[in-house]
């Protein structure tokens, strides 16, 4: 028996989780058991906080979480650490989901859609492997202050231990060796000592356990400007949380929107993985029926590759999004007209045929 629980959350979430449980059922997967749980600003305003200890029992409990999107301004005005983003991040640190898995492809169809000229990227396949539990989005101290001249200072820590940049590593080296071999790490090393530290321990890994995979550095400003320049020379990019949250939307809009940018966030190999688009509950489009419900299925994907034991599966559904988008399907963010559902329908007509 496996187990997947899903946290529509808030915004365009549901609308773009409703698609990937519509997929869901018309796998029908034998012993697999789906349920749903409030989470991000819904659950606050069903009990007050964004994550509630029966959600996080059942996420620890599942064999996998598939997540929508959380937060919005209806909930602008909570407690710093009770909104709905802080449930997010309270989850995945809970599930101790250190490597974030988040792949930036521009599907053949959609090279036409993006911003950037066609040729520069046709083609492009690149693997995000982001830290996700630590750095400045965990670090202590953190907090606002009122200094004695009456003055305000906001801080907050980055900060990566040994441990916690080796890990990650492995998990982009291990990859590195099932696709180019190559693995590009970015930091701030020229800048922070964080930075130093991790460049000196990803090549003491390289060195040690991983000789054959091909290891470069790059400075992260550097690597925005290259993500835009020639994206192609990437392979796996291995980074901090917070350059990787930076980094992946801007990647996203080489693949034509950031409605087609699914992930996954893995732990000790076992435990329930956390897959969710890395776009945000988009509050101008919300309520329309219009978004992109791609990532999301993309994302699905990903949890039954990863989690779920069925690799088939997930080349089936990746196969149908392809197909749909080969025969012309586009939501509006695309160019297209089709509402969330339409291009749901066109995702299942292509798995179905
Ligand atoms: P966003 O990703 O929600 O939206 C950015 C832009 O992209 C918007 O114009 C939006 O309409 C568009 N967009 C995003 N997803 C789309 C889709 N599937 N189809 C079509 N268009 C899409 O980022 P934001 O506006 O900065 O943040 C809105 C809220 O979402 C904030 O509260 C933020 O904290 C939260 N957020 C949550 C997550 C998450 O839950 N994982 C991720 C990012 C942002
Ligand atoms: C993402 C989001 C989150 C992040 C926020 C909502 C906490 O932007 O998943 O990319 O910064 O990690
Ligand atoms: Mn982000």
Same mark, same amino acid.
């Given at each position: 028996?496996?187990?997947?629980?899903?946290?529509?959350?808030?915004?365009?979430?549901?609308?773009?989780?409703?698609?990937?449980?519509?997929?869901?059922?018309?796998?029908?997967?034998?012993?697999?058991?789906?349920?749903?749980?409030?989470?991000?600003?819904?659950?606050?305003?069903?009990?007050?906080?964004?994550?509630?200890?029966?959600?996080?029992?059942?996420?620890?409990?599942?064999?996998?979480?598939? +997540?929508?999107?959380?937060?919005?301004?209806?909930?602008?005005?909570?407690?710093?650490?009770?909104?709905?983003?802080?449930?997010?991040?309270?989850?995945?640190?809970?599930?101790?989901?250190?490597?974030?898995?988040?792949?930036?492809?521009?599907?053949?169809?959609?090279?036409?859609?993006?911003?950037?000229?066609?040729?520069?990227?046709?083609?492009?396949?690149? /693997?995000?492997?982001?830290?996700?539990?630590?750095?400045? $989005?965990?670090?202590?101290?953190?907090?606002?202050?009122?200094?004695?001249?009456?003055?305000?200072?906001?801080?907050?820590?980055?900060?990566?231990?040994?441990?916690?940049?080796?890990?990650?590593?492995?998990?982009?080296?291990?990859?590195?060796?099932?696709?180019?071999?190559? &693995?590009?790490? &970015?930091?701030?090393?020229?800048? +922070?000592?964080?930075?130093?530290?991790?460049?000196?321990?990803?090549?003491?890994?390289?060195?040690?356990?991983?000789?054959?995979?091909?290891?470069?550095?790059?400075?992260?400003?550097?690597?925005? +400007?290259?993500?835009?320049?020639?994206?192609?020379?990437?392979?796996?990019?291995?980074?901090?949380?917070?350059?990787?949250?930076?980094?992946?939307?801007?990647?996203?809009?080489?693949?034509?929107?950031?409605?087609?940018?699914?992930?996954?966030?893995?732990?000790?190999?076992?435990?329930?993985?956390? $897959?969710?688009?890395?776009?945000?509950?988009?509050?101008?489009?919300?309520?329309?029926?219009?978004?992109?419900?791609?990532?999301?299925?993309?994302?699905?994907?990903?949890?039954?590759?990863?989690?779920?034991?069925?690799?088939?599966?997930?080349?089936?559904?990746?196969?149908?999004?392809?197909?749909? /988008?080969?025969?012309?399907?586009?939501?509006?963010?695309?160019?297209?007209?089709?509402?969330?559902?339409?291009?749901?329908?066109?995702?299942?007509?292509? /798995?179905?045929?």
């Amino acid at each position: 028996m496996t187990s997947l629980l899903l946290l529509p959350g808030d915004g365009i979430g549901p609308e773009v989780t409703a698609q990937s449980r519509r997929i869901l059922d018309a796998l029908a997967l034998p012993g697999l058991s789906v349920s749903e749980a409030p989470f991000g600003g819904a659950s606050i305003d069903a009990h007050g906080v964004p994550l509630t200890a029966e959600t996080e029992a059942a996420a620890l409990a599942s064999t996998a979480v598939l +997540m929508g999107a959380v937060g919005g301004p209806k909930w602008a005005d909570v407690a710093y650490d009770r909104r709905p983003e802080a449930g997010l991040l309270r989850l995945r640190a809970a599930m101790n989901v250190f490597a974030n898995l988040r792949p930036a492809r521009c599907f053949a169809a959609l090279a036409p859609a993006s911003t950037l000229k066609p040729e520069v990227i046709e083609g492009l396949d690149i /693997l995000f492997v982001r830290e996700l539990v630590g750095g400045v $989005y965990f670090g202590v101290p953190r907090g606002i202050e009122t200094l004695a001249n009456g003055e305000r200072r906001g801080f907050n820590t980055q900060s990566y231990t040994t441990s916690e940049i080796r890990r990650v590593a492995t998990t982009a080296f291990e990859l590195a060796r099932v696709r180019s071999g190559r &693995v590009c790490s &970015v930091e701030k090393a020229n800048v +922070m000592e964080s930075g130093v530290l991790w460049r000196e321990e990803v090549t003491r890994l390289r060195d040690e356990r991983f000789p054959d995979i091909e290891l470069s550095h790059m400075y992260a400003d550097n690597c925005a +400007m290259q993500l835009v320049k020639a994206p192609r020379q990437f392979d796996i990019i291995l980074t901090d949380n917070l350059f990787g949250d930076l980094l992946s939307d801007l990647a996203a809009m080489s693949t034509g929107s950031l409605g087609m940018l699914p992930s996954a966030a893995l732990g000790e190999a076992g435990r329930p993985g956390l $897959y969710e688009p890395i776009h945000g509950s988009a509050p101008d489009i919300a309520g329309q029926g219009i978004a992109n419900p791609c990532a999301s299925v993309l994302s699905l994907a990903m949890a039954l590759r990863y989690s779920l034991g069925a690799a088939e599966v997930a080349d089936r559904v990746e196969a149908a999004v392809e197909a749909a /988008l080969d025969a012309g399907a586009r939501t509006r963010d695309l160019g297209g007209a089709l509402t969330t559902a339409g291009m749901g329908d066109a995702i299942l007509s292509k /798995l179905a045929g």
